[in-house]
């Protein structure tokens, strides 16, 4: 299959100037999408009393963090460093959801002491934390038998799902706080992510909406996030409009129907704040051609941007250095060693030279914060850009300078 509409960066002479400037490979990221998609995600929640939280794991940078700090958002994070960091970022204990999967009595301890409601979705953890903290405040995980997401990887719900105590259980989770005295605070869900079918989601928060009425406590019901972004050329964007009017306008019959004053319904979204304010600017070494197709080699790889190895992701590929290039077929690939290594195949982008710099588009999300060091390779360089302010907030690393960190004995 080859595509032929090409997706334009927001920013061309920002992101090349900034690969001049900076070298290559770097994530760029950009503040202002970051606060535009906040804003809008906002303008259609309005009239329900909604908290947002981040979930940091799409991108953990500090900047990012800070600015979801201002914009008053809270966290949801999913390992103990997740917790510690957004505690060192300054969220308040109570701004903070901890849903550590298949959580450690170390972890659940943690957390515990720092004031975070716990989200729990195993049965037994509800009963170990029930035995160390009884008459405590703690949230739960769900599994609504409804999943979604753009790739089976990214499903967590549903039968085949690891995620969340089943509906068919809340009989036991009622007994069980019942046993303990504890104050079920919270009922959660997240399906999935990458999620564009809004009637879906739908269903599933329906559920979650069937659930929360058994419980007479709480202080929030969470959705969780997996709102989708749209990575190729002429998608469709989320419809918001929709999204409002099937996903939000039901939390205020809900609410009515449930006067609670205490009552507020969240969403933890990651993907749809911060992806499309990423850029992954790398530089082409080699162009080669074998067995009828052109290879375009690029100085990163799946390290650095392991989406399209592991989900045959989408991510837009545009050439910066040739911008009115005329289009060609390529397959863009990195420089480790394994034949998963790709950003994109089949795939036409304006005429590529060797030395070209090309922008790896929408990769905000769960690009740093899944890469690794494989091969040895550094990771990229990373630069944040907020108006006329540019901050590098990771610099990359010789050779040297890694296996000095990495082996100081040597
Ligand atoms: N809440 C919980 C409990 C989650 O596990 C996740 C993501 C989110 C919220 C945020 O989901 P989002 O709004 O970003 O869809 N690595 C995959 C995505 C995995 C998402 C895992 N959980 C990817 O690159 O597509």
């Known amino acids: 299959m080859t595509?032929?509409?090409?997706?334009?960066?927001?920013?061309?002479?920002?992101?090349l100037q900034a690969a001049e400037r900076y070298g290559t490979p770097t994530y760029v990221y950009e503040?202002?999408?970051?606060?535009?998609?906040?804003?809008?995600?906002?303008?259609?929640?309005?009239?329900?009393?909604v908290q947002l939280l981040y979930a940091m794991k799409a991108n953990g940078a500090?900047?990012?963090?800070?600015?979801?700090?201002?914009?008053?958002?809270?966290?949801?994070?999913?390992?103990?460093?997740?917790?510690?960091?957004?505690?060192?970022?300054?969220?308040?204990?109570?701004?903070?959801?901890?849903?550590?999967?298949?959580?450690?009595?170390?972890?659940?301890?943690?957390?515990?002491q720092e004031g975070v409601v716990l989200n729990i979705g195993e049965l037994s953890r509800l009963?170990?934390?029930?035995?160390?903290?009884?008459?405590?405040?703690v949230c739960i995980r769900f599994n609504p038998q409804i999943g979604a997401g753009h790739h089976r990887h990214v499903i967590t719900a549903g039968e085949k799902s690891k995620f969340g105590i089943p509906v068919a259980q809340t009989d036991e989770v009622l007994s069980l706080a019942h046993r303990f005295e504890l104050n079920i605070c919270g009922v959660h869900q997240h399906i999935g992510s990458g999620i564009l079918d809004t009637e879906t989601a739908w269903k599933a928060c329906?559920?979650?909406?069937?659930?929360?009425?058994?419980?007479?406590s709480l202080r929030f019901i969470n959705f969780g996030g997996g709102l989708g972004v749209p990575y190729r050329p002429g998608e469709q964007p989320l419809d918001m409009e929709r999204w409002e009017d099937l996903i939000v306008s039901p939390l205020r019959t809900y609410r009515d129907r449930h006067p609670s004053p205490d009552l507020s319904f969240r969403f933890e979204p990651g993907r749809y704040l911060v992806a499309e304010a990423g850029t992954l600017l790398v530089r082409v070494n080699t162009v080669k051609e074998s067995h009828g197709r052109t290879f375009a080699g690029v100085d990163s790889g799946m390290g650095h941007l392991v989406r399209p190895a592991i989900y045959n992701a989408y991510h837009a590929t545009y050439n910066l250095s040739n911008p009115n290039g005329t289009c060609r077929i390529y397959d863009v690939v990195g420089n480790i060693c394994e034949s998963s290594d790709f950003f994109a195949?089949?795939?036409?982008?304006?005429?590529i030279r060797e030395g070209d710099v090309l922008a790896i588009l929408d990769t905000g999300a769960y690009g740093i914060?899944?890469?690794s060091m494989y091969n040895?390779?550094?990771?990229?360089?990373?630069?944040?850009?907020?108006?006329?302010?540019?901050v590098v907030i990771r610099k990359r690393e010789s050779p040297a300078e890694l296996i000095d960190r990495l082996y100081p004995e040597l």
Do not use: C
């Open 345 to 351: 195949r089949d795939r036409a982008v304006q005429e």
């Open 376 to 390: 040895i390779r550094s990771l990229p360089a990373e630069v944040f850009i907020d108006g006329t302010d540019h």
């Open 31 to 49: 503040a202002s999408t970051v606060r535009e998609r906040i804003e809008r995600l906002r303008s259609h929640l309005r009239g329900a009393p």
């Open 62 to 112: 500090l900047p990012l963090l800070r600015i979801m700090k201002e914009e008053g958002l809270g966290i949801d994070a999913v390992s103990p460093a997740e917790l510690e960091l957004a505690l060192r970022i300054g969220f308040e204990g109570n701004q903070i959801l901890f849903s550590a999967n298949n959580m450690t009595d170390d972890e659940m301890d943690f957390a515990a």
């Open 369 to 371: 914060s899944m890469a």
């Open 127 to 137: 009963e170990r934390f029930g035995k160390k903290y009884p008459g405590e405040s």
């Open 206 to 216: 329906a559920v979650l909406l069937d659930v929360a009425a058994k419980f007479h």
């Open 3 to 15: 595509e032929t509409l090409l997706k334009k960066p927001q920013n061309e002479a920002l992101l």
